[in-house]
């Protein structure tokens, strides 16, 4: 036998990895003859669609009948065929009618349906979910009842092997093999819809390169064909939401959905009127509607970050554009996204660039004052990233900057756009290049072959992901930053996190890059818990806030505890690897006329009620310990009080110290009265605190007696 058809209990279609193989394979060898599954339906079927997965793999020289159809009498009534040289596959019917589609070969797998209905005297072929060709003649003789497939007939000169997977027949359409996803937010790959240009020969290959990359299922791909050119009209716009409206919808798709990618080739920019503004396709396929009104987004800048389910879009979308000069400039987007979600920028070699300033325009003030209050406050610690301004944050000076390096981050405003000289060779990876650019367009193309605008300039520099303008746009559509980079920083894929800044959608600004790419900042830093009323209230995965590695304290003075109460704060560091060290260090505010204070660490001795007092030599040893040197545990002064038994508390001794030891040890006379004592300590920030009482200190009851020599015997 020249074909063996074989299948291990563990393969499956590559969408399901987890369950393993690639499925059923087909190895044939030179000579004649053909191995196949068989299937009775049980009755001559006058509607018939069957659904298989094909991979053609390796092979070569000739053709092979994939699928064959038999009537009640086993007469043929359909076939399938593959010639593996020019990659056709078609279908044949009694009475001449056929079906053909040339297949891509640099999609690896391939969806194929064919139908026959032969009441109706129709036949239809789909690849992918997408009709590759139809039919109308009389297929009356197309009447079904056995079903064959693998290779039911090959040509004597056919050798190699391919892989056949998840057969379904049956009387309606199937479409693809639909993944159910496992999260359900958008970082979930099955929520993404991917489109690409089948116009052009170098598509395919670009869709198949970042399925692999990023685990897109092969159903979550949709090919069509497409004007090449970036700028379309109204109408072609139209028929664009309806094929991809239409596909979602045929293909059980519409309700897990939550993101599309246009890829290669798809055209960027709608016309609808004819002579200008031009309009992003990708910022207006934010909802399926084929007007070009911007819409309010109901998720901007939330108060509290949970990552949005299908539900929370209302009917949205996230969007995000992949293209470029050509094919390799297209995969080179990914391929930098690949490296960025591998490992997490690195402190030392990569720095956010922030250039916020607007000068003295009253009319953008409120929105880039926030982008400041963000850059220097918790929002930029958080980042774990040095963060650079452009001018000194206590004026207003419209500043910019002339050169930046290992910008691993960008994001800036101007009235004009930046001289394209303005990024110089990175010291290290570059993630993001955001410009906020009010007054036109940026960018009304990305496939220049040299960079001539702002989007192409900081790709060609590095940058796996830029967000652009493409129009006109008031105040009140700027970006919210807080929410993009807070988002980004708790791992959010970069698609989410820019859907949730952006306050209108189908605005003016849009996202070039890989929508599932995580930007994984810095591990190195010091993590803040804080304010808890005690240790035992922390939650050591919600850390208030993150100090970026090299910063060395933090400012405290609005963390006001209520009057007569104290806060703790802990900070625990971890390494460029985020492993977190076993100790931590912790720190006591505490409100002293109005202000936040830092305490002194309280002794470890003494640490009880009634402590003891140490009688030695007629002495009275009064001893304080702490578990470091005073000068790190805060101690400015440390003083002895005593209290005699119903009187009131004095001050027995005012001890000097070296700030190096780690006590503070007191000899004084034993007391006259019934006293006892008690240690007041007073911190660098001059707030004081007392130990317990120590037990009561009583003198002695007898008189000393001493030997006195009288005399001496003579």
Aim: charged share 15%.
């Amino acid at each position: 036998m020249s074909t063996i058809l074989s299948q291990s209990v563990s393969a499956s279609f590559p969408d399901r990895p987890d369950q393993g193989g690639v499925g059923l394979e087909v190895a044939m060898s030179l000579g004649d003859g053909g191995s196949y599954l068989s299937h009775d339906l049980g009755a001559e079927q006058t509607t018939f669609h069957a659904r298989f997965v094909f991979n053609p793999w390796d092979l070569t020289g000739g053709r092979v009948t994939l699928l064959a159809g038999l009537d009640g009498l086993d007469v043929e009534s359909l076939r399938v065929n593959y010639d593996a040289d020019s990659r056709v596959l078609s279908a044949w019917f009694p009475g001449g009618a056929s079906l053909s589609v040339v297949l891509d070969g640099a999609v690896a797998w391939q969806c194929v349906e064919v139908s026959v209905d032969t009441v109706a005297g129709s036949a239809d072929l789909w690849i992918n979910g997408v009709v590759a060709d139809q039919a109308s003649a009389d297929l009356s003789a197309s009447t079904i009842q056995i079903v064959w497939i693998g290779a039911v007939h090959k040509e004597t000169g056919l050798a190699g092997s391919m892989f056949m997977d998840e057969f379904i027949f049956s009387d309606s359409y199937i479409g693809p093999v639909v993944v159910v996803p496992k999260q359900t937010h958008a970082g979930d790959p099955t929520r993404w819809l991917v489109v690409y240009n089948t116009a052009d020969s170098d598509a395919a290959s670009w869709v198949e390169s970042y399925r692999q990359a990023r685990g897109i299922p092969f159903a979550n791909l949709l090919g069509l064909v497409l004007p090449l050119t970036e700028t379309i009209d109204a109408t072609s716009y139209a028929d664009f939401v309806t094929a991809v409206e239409g596909y979602l919808s045929a293909n059980q798709l519409s309700g897990q959905i939550m993101g599309i990618l246009l890829g290669y080739r798809v055209p960027g920019y709608v016309d609808f009127i004819g002579d200008g503004p031009l309009t992003t396709v990708s910022a207006l396929m934010q909802s399926s509607s084929t007007t070009s009104g911007p819409l309010l987004n109901v998720n901007a800048s939330p108060t509290s970050y949970q990552r949005l389910a299908f539900n929370d879009l209302a009917g949205y979308r996230m969007t995000a554009r992949i293209d470029g000069p050509d094919l390799a400039a297209a995969n080179l987007l990914v391929s930098r996204s690949t490296s960025l979600i591998a490992s997490n920028l690195d402190v030392s070699d990569s720095s956010f660039y922030f250039d916020p300033f607007v000068g003295s325009n009253s009319s953008y003030q409120q929105a880039f004052t926030d982008m400041l209050d963000w850059a220097t406050g918790l929002g930029g610690m958080q980042t774990r990233l040095n963060i650079l301004l452009s001018g000194d944050p206590s004026g207003n000076t419209e500043a910019s900057f002339t050169t930046v390096s290992g910008d691993g981050i960008y994001w800036g405003w101007s009235s004009t756009l930046p001289d394209p000289d303005i990024f110089i060779a990175p010291t290290g990876r570059r993630a993001l290049c955001g410009q906020i650019y009010l007054d036109g367009g940026s960018v009304t193309t990305l496939r220049n072959v040299s960079p001539s605008n702002w989007v192409d300039t900081p790709i060609n520099a590095g940058y796996a992901s830029v967000i652009a303008s493409s129009r006109n746009s008031p105040v009140q559509w700027i970006p919210d930053t807080g929410a993009l980079f807070d988002a980004l920083t708790l791992g959010w894929t970069l698609a989410e996190a820019w859907h949730i800044a952006q306050p209108v959608l189908r605005g003016g600004f849009y996202l070039v890059g890989d929508p599932l790419m995580v930007i994984s900042m810095p591990r190195q830093g010091t993590e803040v818990f804080g304010p808890l009323s005690s240790v035992k209230s922390l939650d050591p995965s919600t850390p208030a806030f993150v100090l970026p590695d090299g910063v060395t304290g933090v400012d405290l003075a609005d963390a006001i505890p209520a009057d007569g109460s104290s806060a703790t704060y802990i900070l625990r560091r971890s390494d460029s690897l985020g492993r977190l060290e076993a100790s931590s260090t912790s720190i006591q505010v505490v409100n002293v006329g109005g202000e936040s204070r830092i305490p002194a660490a309280m002794p470890v001795w003494p640490d009880i009620t009634d402590w003891p007092a140490r009688l030695e030599d007629e002495k009275v040893r009064l001893l304080v310990t702490w578990d470091g040197p005073l000068r790190s545990m805060r101690v400015d002064r440390v003083e002895l009080l005593s209290e005699p038994e119903a009187g009131s508390e004095v001050m027995a001794a005012q001890p000097t110290f070296d700030p190096q030891d780690d006590h503070v040890l007191v000899t004084a006379p034993v007391p006259m009265i019934k006293s006892r004592y008690r240690w007041r300590i007073t911190s660098l920030d001059g707030v004081t605190q007392h130990t317990d009482w120590s037990v009561y200190v009583e003198p002695p009851t007898t008189p000393t007696i001493a030997l006195q020599q009288i005399g001496a015997n003579s």
